[in-house]
């Protein structure tokens, strides 16, 4: 063991560990569960990245000796590349990031003077005068959560982009697949399996283009800020340059928040930010839910759709779809919750918002790509059981409907209903009209496609009674 010295005192920390007497107090203070800053890298990750920033700009401004900056630089890559995991003990819930940024301090410290002596505690590089130069927890979380957010949001992106990709394959493999639509769960009228298909794609495609703009807008940071948006204790210069470093470690554009005391009170952009991975979320629910139901069976089920035989080990990968999305579900609440923690000059006071969204986008991210894998793509159509329930339904009358008017309609419906017939066959029965011109407008091929429905309008306009 050895002995650290903070404000409050002498504290005893494991030799081994990089941490300090102040990371050392959140973690024995808070222990109330467990998930640690240790679950969240990528968080950390986050963090670290700033500081190289920071020191960067404090060495630009000469606030920072030379030799130290490079230091606190290398252990700063060190501590983002994953290579301290195990230091950052304190429970995530502890604050709303103070005890992170306390602990990056501590550990690219120490780490710098080993770099400098051999030895953590000799070499003169302390966690808060000379890493946390010109910096507060204040203004490096809501940076951070900047960033985080932008790398989560490119998992969703991606995942998204994947089934939309596999959906679209299976559109057109299964195009002249004849069905039934269903409106809720009532017989509806023809539509191909591909048409449904491309549908799903099609709304999911539109949450990827919208997560790409959300994406977009998570480029700024409140650095330069300090405490609470003034920038008391930041050194001179120390604005105008570090926006350009931040830029130059994450390989693109960043710029300040454009009034620095709203950008580290604001909680609005954490809800859109959750809001855009809920509403994907959601839509992959109506897929899985719907998949589900399509492919039900083996006897009694609608059995239109065939899904890859699994496995005994292996889970229901459209049940696990659902739960995902229901955990989804559930952090929106936490998130909403979470950032109405903030008083007064402080945003979100919880680590639960940022958690929240990096355990929606991570689990999101993978139930989709799994189910892409294990669903989608070994979806099998069962195509004449599909075209023949479609020709079973009584919503094909109305097509009758609309060349003779409701009540004929009506009337070839529950004639089809009462005697067991298709709507073709009742029309038939009935004499509506020629048979010929029946063959025609009963072909579902003809029901599906609103070009060849619009010709059939035309080609039998002089039919028409309404």
Not at 123 to 144: E, F, K, L, R, Y
Not at 303 to 330: G, H, K, Q
């Amino acid at each position: 063991m050895r002995i650290e010295h903070d404000g409050l005192g002498e504290l005893m920390v494991p030799d081994e560990a990089y941490y300090g007497s102040v990371a050392e107090r959140h973690r024995v203070a808070f222990d109330v569960g467990p998930f640690t800053l240790d679950d969240y890298p990528i968080y950390i990750k986050a963090v670290a990245l700033i500081k190289i920033a920071c020191a960067r700009a404090n060495l630009e401004i000469g606030s920072l000796d030379p030799e130290k900056a490079k230091v606190i630089e290398q252990a700063a890559w060190e501590v983002a590349e994953g290579k301290f995991a195990g230091n950052f003990q304190c429970n995530i819930f502890r604050g709303s990031g103070t005890p992170l940024n306390a602990t990056v301090n501590e550990v690219i410290a120490h780490r710098a003077n080993e770099l400098l002596t051999g030895d953590k505690t000799k070499g003169g590089v302390h966690p808060n005068t000379h890493v946390n130069m010109a910096q507060s927890s204040n203004d490096v979380i809501p940076s951070a959560k900047d960033l985080v957010i932008y790398w989560e949001l490119a998992k969703v992106i991606e995942s998204a982009n994947r089934c939309v990709k596999a959906l679209r394959e299976k559109a057109h493999e299964f195009k002249d697949v004849l069905k039934l639509g269903r409106t809720g769960i009532q017989d509806a009228v023809p539509i191909t399996l591909g048409q449904e298909l491309e549908g799903y794609a099609h709304g999911i495609d539109r949450m990827r283009e919208r997560l790409i703009t959300e994406q977009a807008r998570w480029n700024h940071s409140c650095l330069g800020g300090t405490a609470v948006g003034t920038g008391m204790g930041c050194m001179p210069g120390f604005r105008a340059v570090i926006h350009k470093h931040l830029s130059d470690v994450l390989g693109r554009p960043m710029e300040a928040e454009g009034d620095l005391v709203d950008g580290m009170m604001a909680i609005d952009g954490l809800i859109i930010a959750h809001a855009h991975i809920l509403a994907l979320s959601t839509q992959m629910w109506k897929l899985a839910r719907d998949i589900r139901m399509i492919a039900s069976g083996e006897r009694t089920g609608l059995r239109e759709i065939t899904l890859p035989e699994r496995d005994d080990d292996e889970p229901d990968y459209t049940e696990l779809m659902i739960s995902t999305t229901n955990r989804v579900s559930a952090n929106n609440t936490a998130v909403v919750l979470g950032v109405q923690s903030g008083w007064l000059n402080l945003g979100s006071a919880s680590g639960i918002p940022i958690r929240s969204i990096i355990a929606s986008a991570d689990m999101l991210s993978s139930a989709i790509d799994l189910f892409v894998e294990k669903v989608v793509k070994g979806i099998k159509a069962n195509a004449e059981h599909c075209k023949e329930l479609a020709e079973k339904s009584a919503s094909l009358s109305t097509v009758i409907s609309a060349i003779f008017g409701y009540e004929i309609g009506t009337k070839v419906a529950h004639y089809a209903i009462d005697h067991d017939l298709t709507c073709k066959q009742a029309a038939l029965e009935l004499k509506v009209l020629p048979e010929d011109v029946i063959e025609d407008l009963f072909d579902i091929h003809n029901l599906v496609e609103y070009d060849r429905m619009e010709a059939l309008f035309h080609k039998y306009a002089s039919y028409r009674k309404v």
